[in-house]
């Protein structure tokens, strides 16, 4: 498919039995000041009443187009379906049950579209299952380098917006989880500028059950995104490794 350059944006938002939450999710991104945009859903073989919801909702807004896959891929195997259906230069992420400030992705353009960043992240606010805030905003540095992400992966999925044109169309590592994490790595290692908004525009919603709650798991992932993907000698992923966990901890203090 070819991509069109111009101010509109492609949003994809990966679903997975999250019926609950999705509807806000959705009209969290309708919302947006910068109205130009197109939401991909992709539904990753929901169990639960998911499917039938997106469907509404996409007849009520033609921006709205749903994927409806037949097995279930994942994280990345659903993004990257998503990736390679969008239509537009500009991509953003986000989980179908996280939340978006109505100014998100009309400040992210302001500073992708100056020319000086292929990739522009925010700040994070922690909010309940019900959607209210809690906790201390995760703050974000203003730019973010390849060494300095290895050690503290503050770039959040739902974040993100980036100039997908210019950082060659590729795709998220396959890999079940921290695909996320592996693919800003790459994405800095061949030279992207990422940089940061700090305020929080994006409102990551823990649940039990999310697929990130389970942190020993995303240990593990991260281990290995530093083994596998950047293969990293042990002396390297070490203290990497050991800076991603004290800050993790940090964060849970602040909870």
Request: glycine share 8%; with cysteine.
């Amino acid at each position: 498919m070819s991509i069109m350059k111009g101010n509109e944006v492609s949003v994809i938002m990966p679903a997975y039995n999250v019926a609950g939450y999705i509807e806000s999710a959705v009209r969290s991104v309708l919302r947006q000041s910068h109205a130009d945009l197109e939401l991909i859903i992709i539904n990753d073989c929901s169990t639960d009443g998911t499917a039938l919801l997106v469907d509404k909702l996409s007849v009520e807004d033609s921006r709205i187009r749903v994927i409806h896959s037949n097995k279930n891929l994942g994280g990345a195997g659903a993004r990257n379906l998503g990736l390679a259906s969008a239509s537009y230069c500009y991509v953003a992420f986000i989980d179908g049950d996280d939340l978006w400030h109505e100014e998100k992705l009309a400040r992210q353009l302001t500073i992708l579209q100056r020319g000086d960043a292929q990739l522009v992240y925010t700040a994070i606010q922690k909010v309940d299952f019900s959607g209210l805030p809690f906790g201390q905003v995760q703050n974000v540095s203003p730019e973010v380098d390849y060494k300095t992400l290895l050690g503290d992966p503050l770039i959040a999925c739902s974040s993100v917006l980036l100039d997908y044109g210019a950082v060659g169309r590729c795709r998220m590592p396959d890999i079940r989880k921290r695909q996320d994490f592996a693919f800003w790595l790459k994405l800095l290692r061949s030279g992207v500028v990422a940089k940061g908004i700090d305020m929080p525009l994006t409102y990551y919603r823990v649940r039990p059950g999310s697929l990130s709650s389970n942190k020993l798991s995303a240990a593990l992932y991260t281990w290995r995104v530093y083994r596998d993907f950047e293969r990293l000698p042990l002396w390297r992923a070490i203290p990497n490794f050991v800076s991603y966990a004290f800050r993790g901890f940090r964060k849970r203090l602040n909870r």
